[in-house]
């Protein structure tokens, strides 16, 4: 069993940043792949980005180039820095690790913080 606990979120204007980040309670590299993911209420589960062990990373299209999903080792936490921020973006962020990563169907989850953008 993988304890995830996430921290980090909170409030910011439009086009503002935030980190938040997962502390694991196993090492990151005996993960196959970790990341995050979000829901905002009445809408369904969007994958966010995703680190494989190998270090490839995706993300979705509506974050790439503004969101940057990073690990470190020492401290076994996975992060993910999200600037220019949009009200969009809105909603609950989740982090996961191993299973279906892809399709942000993690076996392991964690508790979520929120993430709330005004305009």
């Known amino acids: 069993q993988v304890q995830l606990v996430e921290s980090g979120g909170g409030s910011v204007q439009a086009g503002g940043s935030l980190r938040v980040a997962c502390a694991s309670s196993r090492p990151l590299k005996d993960n196959y792949c970790m990341g995050w993911y979000r829901q905002a209420p009445g809408k369904g589960r969007e994958g966010v980005a995703t680190?494989?062990?190998?270090?490839?990373?995706t993300y979705a299209d509506s974050v790439q180039g503004r969101f940057t999903i990073s690990q470190d080792s020492a401290k076994n936490t996975l992060y993910l820095e999200m600037d220019s921020l949009h009200p969009a973006d809105t909603a609950m962020y989740y982090c996961?690790?191993?299973?279906?990563?892809?399709?942000?169907?993690?076996?392991?989850r964690g508790q979520g913080t929120q993430v709330t953008v005004s305009s």
């Open positions: 680190v494989f062990r190998d270090g490839r990373t």
């Open positions: 996961g690790a191993d299973g279906l990563c892809y399709e942000a169907w993690y076996t392991y």
